[in-house]
């Protein structure tokens, strides 16, 4: 049978992916949120396989689900329908603690999950003192506990909504560092000249002056167009500093992950879009202990992307 029928017909994420070389631990918790205006850019597909990557790599992480599709708690394989997720964090204010749960596969990967009642948490914030802090209130909390613990968390992603509502003001308020994945499209380009002015506004207005916009992902890319090449071009010329230049393929089997509850980590690890988001995943580490760049000509010092 092949290889890849076998991954097919497993849905569960069986045993623990473990990586032959650890990455690199931050110096501090890097907590982020995963953004762009622009829907269908991969945010979502971005935040989880970046999330599993790192785990992969040893480091303790985070998904907050703050999408009211709770796409991430698909991709995870987390309980979503009955228990309490970020609609009791934000409207009730329970601690992020009684909410997240633990991915399966993962020793250290952990999602605070989407439930049902977030799609209605603007309306009932509206009214609320000091709404836009939250969030990042309940992080604060959450992570000091389990600092406290000996458990402290290496990386936070926050998955937001394709908007500008009240949730991803919450989300860019919690966060240090903002990571766009941008479509190899035009229109995508549009989505992120419009999430720099609302950086910007959110720094004027002091909810959060030390926002930043560290790490640009290109997803979807397909090197056979010239749009793609041009778009890609583009974001080198604008963001040098900030692009992770490993570029997403547009892939099907990244696609067909979610639909068996796992991230393409663990779905078809030696899959072009896994090896690419395994690239990502490293360089993020790198960059967040303050390690230097490889060099790209040797695939040796870049990859070390094979599973034990």
């Known amino acids: 049978m092949d290889s890849r029928e076998t991954l097919a017909s497993t849905p569960k994420v069986i045993g623990i992916r473990r990586l032959k070389e650890p990455m690199p631990t931050p110096l501090?918790?890097?907590?982020?949120?995963?953004?762009?205006?622009?829907?269908?850019?991969?945010?979502?597909?971005?935040a989880v396989n970046i999330a599993a990557a790192l785990a992969m790599g040893g480091l303790r992480v985070l998904v907050i689900d703050l999408d009211p599709q709770g796409n991430a708690c698909t991709a995870l394989g987390i309980e979503r329908e009955s228990l309490p997720g970020m609609f009791e964090v934000l409207v009730n204010d329970a601690p992020i603690s009684t909410v997240v749960q633990k991915v399966a596969g993962f020793p250290h990967l952990e999602c605070a999950p989407a439930d049902r009642g977030l799609a209605n948490a603007e309306v009932n914030m509206v009214s609320f003192v000091s709404r836009e802090n939250r969030l990042k209130l309940a992080l604060e909390t959450f992570l000091q506990e389990r600092e406290a613990q000996g458990q402290r968390f290496d990386y936070v992603f926050i998955d937001c909504p394709p908007s500008l509502g009240l949730l991803t003001i919450n989300a860019l308020t919690a966060a240090g560092e903002i990571l766009i994945p941008i479509q190899c499209e035009y229109y995508s380009?549009?989505?992120?000249?419009?999430?720099?002015?609302?950086?910007?506004?959110?720094?004027?207005?002091?909810?959060?002056k030390n926002l930043e916009i560290s790490t640009i992902v290109l997803t979807m890319f397909?090197?056979?167009?010239?749009?793609?090449?041009?778009?890609?071009?583009?974001?080198?010329?604008?963001?040098?500093?900030?692009?992770?230049?490993f570029p997403i393929p547009r892939a099907v089997r990244v696609s067909e992950a979610p639909s068996f509850n796992q991230t393409v980590m663990t779905y078809d690890a030696s899959s072009p879009g896994a090896i690419a988001y395994m690239s990502v995943a490293r360089e993020i580490a790198r960059r967040g202990a303050g390690l230097p760049t490889p060099d790209l000509n040797n695939p040796d010092a870049i990859n070390g992307a094979h599973t034990a």
């Open 222 to 245: 397909d090197s056979r167009t010239r749009l793609a090449n041009d778009v890609a071009d583009s974001v080198r010329q604008h963001f040098p500093t900030q692009l992770v230049d």
């Open 28 to 46: 501090k918790t890097r907590v982020f949120t995963v953004a762009n205006q622009k829907g269908g850019v991969g945010k979502t597909t971005s």
């Open 189 to 208: 380009l549009e989505g992120v000249k419009l999430l720099i002015e609302t950086v910007e506004q959110i720094k004027r207005t002091q909810l959060n």
